[in-house]
């Protein structure tokens, strides 16, 4: 049977970065998420890591849990609450409910994974918890830059204050998804329900999509619409120089006349 970790990253490629290349990553990575969309963001997460915790926890003396189980380290919860007060105010809990669709349908599947295979949680635990030291790390540096963030404050979140040496840390625990024991079937469903844990997270950003509807454009995109808009003129204006120089004179002429630009004096 193939290593876990291998068949994981493998596995969850082409959901990966169709994730990356949601509308919800790319507004992030240019700065153009607000602090109100990005806090009602947070609440999505809360109530991911909630669902993913407490099924955490509950099944934390599953041999193979324990492999992936460190909650000291990992857990999200607790620095989320700090993050959820900081964008939202003290009455964050109040936008706890309703629960979204999609907050829902997160929800659901790692409760259902809680209740027939605990070795499925695995597959959360990895999208997430990785997923949260690696491309995560890069997001709360955009966060800080483009909010001019106070020093430790809003990026709660993406701090791991327990990992020393965060590379170290995703290494060692690729080590103990490869130490995981299951059987064939089981190994297909944990990578099959990463995917879906991925799919499940797109649809999160998905929720937020009209909000980032009308933004003003970036730089970039200002200077491709100039660019654009000024490759049409000049396309226009030589069309119109050549239908000139096709042009009869006389006919020129007459055509200014009938339309009132030249009189015949």
């Known amino acids: 049977m193939a290593l876990l970790a291998v068949d994981l990253k493998e596995g969850t490629k082409t959901v990966h970065a169709e994730a990356e ?30 669902a993913l915790e407490k099924a955490l926890e509950q099944h934390k003396d599953n041999a193979n849990i324990q492999l992936v189980y460190f909650p000291k380290e990992l857990n999200r919860k607790a620095p989320l609450e700090q993050d959820l007060e900081f964008f939202n105010g003290p009455e ?7 629960v979204s669709p999609a907050q829902q349908a997160y929800i659901n599947a790692i409760e259902r994974c809680s209740a027939t295979k605990p070795e499925l949680l695995i597959a959360h635990a990895y999208v997430r918890y990785l997923g949260d030291l690696s491309g995560g790390q890069i997001l709360a540096k955009k966060l800080q830059k483009y909010n001019d963030l106070p020093e430790g404050q809003g990026v709660a979140f993406y701090s791991f204050d327990e990992i020393e040496d965060k590379n170290e840390f995703k290494e060692q ?14 190994h297909k469903q944990i990578v099959q329900e990463s995917c879906q844990a991925f799919i499940r997270n797109i649809d999160i950003f998905q929720e937020f999509d009209d909000e980032l ?51 015949n004096a």
């Open 21 to 50: 290349r949601s509308k919800f990553v790319k507004y992030f990575f240019k700065g153009e998420i607000t602090p109100a969309t990005y806090g009602r963001f947070l609440i999505s997460l809360y109530q991911v890591y909630s």
């Open 92 to 98: 964050w809990r109040d936008m706890l409910t309703p």
């Open 173 to 186: 625990y690729r080590i103990r998804l490869n130490q995981v024991e299951v059987d064939e079937e089981t």
């Open 213 to 263: 509807v009308g933004l003003p454009l970036t730089k970039k995109e200002q200077d491709a619409l100039e660019a654009a808009r000024s490759t049409e003129a000049t396309k226009t204006t030589k069309a119109t120089s050549l239908l000139s120089s096709l042009a009869p004179t006389k006919l020129i002429n007459s055509l200014a006349v009938a339309i009132g630009l030249r009189t």
